[in-house]
C-alpha cells in the first residue's frame, strides 16, 4: 500500500501537469477557429448528454495538421529549429566541456566556488540577461565599442537581430545545463586511470581521448539533451536577439497564437513540436537507465 | 643438492637493475624521501614495507614516473630515468584501486598498451590470450570490469601490468582489497607468476606478513628512509633496530644494561632479576645501554624451573591468547615487566596445563635474543 503512495505521487503529477494539459492541447488543435470565446469550437458541454458528446467528437478533424503541410513556413521553421538547436548544442558542448574539465581539474577548495560561478547567472532574471545581450551586441553596444576602439574593425558588426546573436544567446543561456552534467561525470572520474593509460604507453593527449571522453560519454550526452529539447522550443531568444529572418518554430507558435489568435494552429504547431521533442526525450531517458544499471 | 640460492645482493659482480642514488622527494617542506641509497636485482621480488606515510609509495610513484625526484638520481639498466615520461618507461604499475578501464572489456583493458605500441593485430591477440591464460581469466575476456569479482579484477589489472613485458613492475599495495583467505592464495599466485614471467617485481605494503609471503628481500622504511634491506628470513631473525623488530611480527623488548663478557653481553634489566645473557657480535657503545629482542616462540614455558638453560626467570600468567594453532602467555614478572611466551597446542583444551595466575618459568638460550643499540 505504501508502495502504491509512493509510485501514485509522480504518477498524478504527471497526470494533472503533463498529460491533462497535452490533452486539452491536443483537442484544440483538433478544433476549428471561431470567433468567440475561448476562439475555438466545439466546447465540450455535457449538459447535451450523450448526442451532444456525439457531436462534440464528430466536430473534431485534423484540418489543422493538413493545413501546417500546406504551407512551407512550417516545415521550414521545424527544419530551422532542428538546425539551429543543434547547432547551439555544439557549439554549448565546445565551450562546456574545456570549463567542465578546468572545474574538475581544479584545487578541491575552489570547486565550490566555481560551480557557484557557473549557477550565478541564474540568480537574475532570464529575460533581463537576454536584454543584457542586446546592450552588448547591438551596433553601438559594447563590443564593437571595444573592437572599434581596439582597432581590430573600422565599422561596427551587425550581430544583433542576426542568427549569430540567437546562437549566442542560446549558448549562454544554456550552457550551465551542458556544464554541470558534464563536471559531474568529469569530477567522478578516477585520476589514476589516466595515469594507467599513461603507464600504459599512452600521452596525455591520447589519454585524454581514450579514456577521459569515454567516460564522460554519460554526462556529454545529458548535458546535449538538456541544451537541445529547451533550444528547440526556444521562443525569447529568437525573438528579441534573433531578426525578422530567424525562423523558428516557438517564434510561429507564439505568432499564430497571440497575433493571428489561431489556437487551434497554434495547438497543432505544439503537438507536433511535441513529437519531434518525444524522440530525443525517450533517447535521454535510456542513456539514463543505462548509465544507472552500469553504476549498479 | 647444489642449486645456488637466488642472492644477487651478495655477488659483488652483479649489475642492479635499479640503483636509487641519494634520492630525496620533497613536497614542499615535507620531506617524503630523505636521502636513500638502494639497489634492486634483476628477477627479485622485492617488498617496500613500512606503515602510510613512510613514503614507499612515494619511492614507487618515482620509479613509475609520476613523481619528480628533488634530489639524486634513479638508474634503471644503468640508464637515468629522470627525464623519462612515464610512458616511455619499460615500467608497468599495477595501481592499488586496479585502475581498470570501465568501459571497456576485460580482453580491451589488457590489450591496452599493446594496442598503444601499434603492434600487428595478431600479435595482440596471441599475447593477450596469453595472459589470459596465465592469469585464468579465459573466460571473462568479453567481461566489464564490474561485471567480475575483486579477486578476478586483481587478476586483470595484473594481466594488464605484465602484457607489454615490463622490465619491471611495480605493484602498489596489489591484494589490500581482497579478503584474508583471498590474499593468501593471491600471494602464491604472484610469485608463481613472477617465476614464470622472470620479471622484477617491486611491491609496496603495509602488511608484514604480506611482505614476508612472497618477498625475496623486504626493505623495512620509515620516515622517508630504509630502516633495514634483508631477506624476510634476516628482518625476522636479525633485526637491526628495535624499530624492526617491532614493526614485523610479535616480540619481547627488554630494556637493560649490557656488560661484555665472553661472546656476548649479559644485560641486567632490573633489580632482583638476574642478568640475560646473550650471544653477539655486536659493539655496543659506551653507554652500554641496549635492548634485548626476543621473539615469544623461542621463549619456552614451564612449570617447574629448568635445568641447565642460560636465562630463566619466573612469573605469573597474567593473559592467555588463544589461537588456536597456538597459545601466547603473557607472563608478568615481579618487576611488573611482561613478557610473552608462545606455544604449540599439541594438546587437546581439556588437558593444557597452564592457566590463569599459575606460577610459571620462562627460559630462552643464549641465541634466542638479539642485542640491539637503539
Sequence with gaps: MRRFFLIAVPYAWLLVLFLIPFVIVLKISLSDTALSIPPYTPTLDFSGGWAGLKAFFSALDLENFWFLTSDDLYWKAYLSSVWIAVASTLLALFVGYPIAYGMAQARDE????????????????????????????SQEGFLNQFLLWTGIISEPLIILNTNTAVYVGIVYTYLPFMILPIYAALEKLDASLLEAAEDLGCSRIQAFWLVTVPLSKNGIIAGCFLVFIPALGEFVIPSLLGGSQTLMIGKVLWEEFFNNRDWPVASAVAVILLMILIIPIILFQRNEQKQREAEQ | MTEPVFAPWDDPNEKPLIEFKNVTKRFGDFTAIDDLTLDIYEREFFALLGPSGCGKTTMMRMLAGFETITEGTILLSGKNIARVPPNRRAVNMMFQSYALFPHLTVWDNIAFGLKREKLPKD?????????????????????????????QRQRVALARSLAKAPKLLLLDEPLGALDKKLRQDTQFELMDIQEKTGTTFVIVTHDQEEAMTVASRVAVMDEGRLIQVATPAGIYEMPNTVYVADFIGDVNIIEGHGTKTGDGYDVTFAEGQPALHAKTDAQLGEAARCYLAIRPEKVTISAERPDGAVNVVQGTIHDIAYLGNLSTYHVELPTGQILKAQAANTRRLSRRSFTWEDKVWLSWTDTAAVVLER
Design chain 2, 123 to 151: 600479435q595482440i591477440e596471441a599475447r593477450v590470450q596469453e595472459m589470459l591464460k596465465l592469469t585464468r581469466l579465459e573466460k571473462f575476456s568479453k567481461r566489464k570490469p564490474h561485471q567480475i569479482s575483486g579477486g
Design chain 1, 110 to 137: 575552489w570547486r565550490p566556488t566555481l560551480m557557484m560561478l557557473v549557477i550565478l547567472p541564474f540568480w537574475t532574471s532570464f529575460l533581463i540577461r537576454v536584454y543584457s545581450w542586446m546592450g552588448i551586441l
